[in-house]
């Protein structure tokens, strides 16, 4: 027998009972949520984990882990995600039946990724690096496809919850997920420990998992970029509160522009609206606009907006964000459309849903081209909107021009729950792997100003009409993460794993 193999213990007394595995796995997913936004107990998530993969450990087939894997994901993705449900009723107009059956598909459909994986790891059990090579590996990889499978939805992803500890110094160098392989190593560590029960595997445990986290404590000391020399920007961020129900409601367009006009009224050098501030086409409001521009440059003030624009017939529409001074040359178009919130996808088959479930300005059409910064006053801003933020290995385009980065949201679609607070952290992570300052403007909240080390510094109250006054200092260079993107943490957990396979199939081998 191979000196790496692991004898397969017997499971200890209360996993020996399905129900009560499947309850315990349930359990761990949901508590995982717990280490995100806004409860942040990180330290949780590295055990749950353990847990999950002891529990696949002791699966005693690749089905058995499966199911294991399954209800892991729906606690995950059920406590995690639960507020599309919001999204689909209340604003979406959705019966509650409806609504809350899609949200529980959706829950089911996420849950799945975690199942598939321990279906395919329930098979490589042979090896002590089933622990430390395949299990860690294979998470990032599944977390990797989850993040653009049918346009992707990387949200929850482990390596946010790192956002405060020291493994998030891993994220300037290999993004999110490098930050989740780090994770995922120590709860790999800690669950062969579990099941091991050596004295030596206890040691190698602890030491291995020390230098992981102390990598990234010293990683953090790093300073990858650098500010831009006597150059610091007044901004006002303008969070109008206007309801969701209300803001696309025709007859109350000029209550909105004038709201937001009222929350401009200050002496920044820059003034930020948030995702469809103006809640139609900008020519529609071409007169307004040349007027309140020439208005606000008197005072040295630059205004820009979310709202939407179209092709020139009138047949495509775009969400997007744009300089208000009367003219198209400074405007960003989103690239990365939210599925049924911004269009509908295999519209011919499931037109009867896209019928039962009406939210507004739901058939747009996505951004195409090359992007570029905007530039105002020669700092150059990248933009993001909405969820286009969770997606950095897009947002890669606007460097390393980008000095500062804004991403305008309207995160009214979620109400009062979790999911405003897992987007800036989401937000958060973007300035860590890039090293820039952002500047985060929605609707209802969360505004904040995020320093380049993914550090809220300043931040607004929710469901609250309010102008927030900061300054932010524009930075330059570059991140490893800006050139590698998410290739480094993909391909280094594609190595792992075929390290990991070849240590099991020679364990087989020999045994």
Request: glycine share 8%; net charge negative; hydrophobic share 50%.
């Amino acid at each position: 027998m191979s000196s790496t193999q692991v004898i397969v213990q017997n499971p200890p007394a209360l996993l020996q009972n399905k129900l009560l595995t499947l309850l315990l796995s349930l359990l761990c997913g949901a508590a995982s949520v717990l280490a995100f936004a806004p409860f942040g107990l990180w330290m949780i998530l590295p055990f749950t984990l353990a847990v999950f993969f002891s529990l696949l450990f002791y699966s005693a087939s690749p089905a058995a882990g499966f199911r294991v894997g399954y209800f892991f994901g729906i606690g995950l993705f059920g406590a995690g995600v639960y507020w599309v449900y919001f999204s689909l009723h209340l604003f979406g107009g959705a019966i509650a039946i409806l609504a809350g059956l899609g949200t529980f598909l959706f829950v089911l459909l996420l849950a799945l990724f975690p199942a598939v994986l321990a279906m395919l790891l329930g098979r490589f059990r042979k090896s002590d690096a089933w622990f430390f090579l395949i299990v860690p590996a294979g998470w990032v990889l599944f977390e990797w496809i989850r993040s653009w499978f049918l346009t992707g939805f990387p949200w929850l992803s482990v390596g946010y919850s790192t956002i405060d500890w020291p493994l998030a110094g891993y994220a300037p160098v290999g993004g999110v997920f490098l930050s989740s392989l780090a994770l995922v190593l120590c709860s790999g560590l800690l669950a062969w420990f579990v099941c091991r029960r050596s004295l030596l595997s206890a040691v190698i445990s602890m030491v291995a998992i020390a230098a992981i986290v102390g990598g990234g404590y010293l990683l953090q000391k790093i300073e990858w970029t650098q500010s831009v020399e006597d150059r610091t920007v007044s901004v006002t961020m303008a969070q109008g509160n206007i309801a969701q129900e209300l803001k696309f409601q025709p007859n109350l367009l000029e209550d909105s522009i004038t709201l937001y006009s009222e929350l401009s009224e200050s002496d920044a050098e820059l003034v930020i609206w948030p995702e469809s501030a103006i809640p139609t086409v900008y020519s529609d409001l071409a007169d307004w606009e040349v007027s309140f521009a020439e208005r606000l440059q008197q005072r040295g003030t630059t205004v820009i907006s979310g709202g939407f624009t179209s092709n020139e017939d009138f047949t495509k529409y775009y969400n997007a964000i744009k300089v208000l001074n009367g003219s198209e040359d400074q405007v960003y178009v989103k690239r990365h459309l939210v599925p049924f919130g911004e269009f509908t996808p295999f519209r011919d088959v499931i037109s009867l849903l896209s019928d039962l479930i009406t939210i507004p300005m739901s058939d747009l059409s996505p951004g195409t081209g090359p992007i570029k910064p905007i530039d105002v006053n020669g700092v150059k801003y990248g933009m993001s909107i909405c969820y286009e933020d969770a997606f950095g290995s897009e947002m890669r385009a606007q460097f390393p021009d980008t000095n500062v980065l804004i991403n305008v949201s309207n995160d009214a679609w979620f109400g009062d729950s979790t999911a405003p607070h897992q987007h800036q952290e989401i937000a958060a992570m973007r300035s860590l792997e890039f090293a820039r300052p952002m500047l985060r403007v929605t609707n209802t909240g969360i505004s904040s100003l995020i320093d380049y080390r993914g550090r809220v510094v300043e931040q607004g109250p929710q469901f609250e009409a309010v102008a927030i006054d900061v300054e932010v200092t524009p930075r330059e260079g570059t991140t490893p993460y800006v050139r590698l993107g998410d290739w480094l943490a993909v391909l280094l957990s594609a190595v792992l794993l075929l390290i990991g396979w070849w240590s099991s199939r020679k364990t087989s081998l020999r045994g």
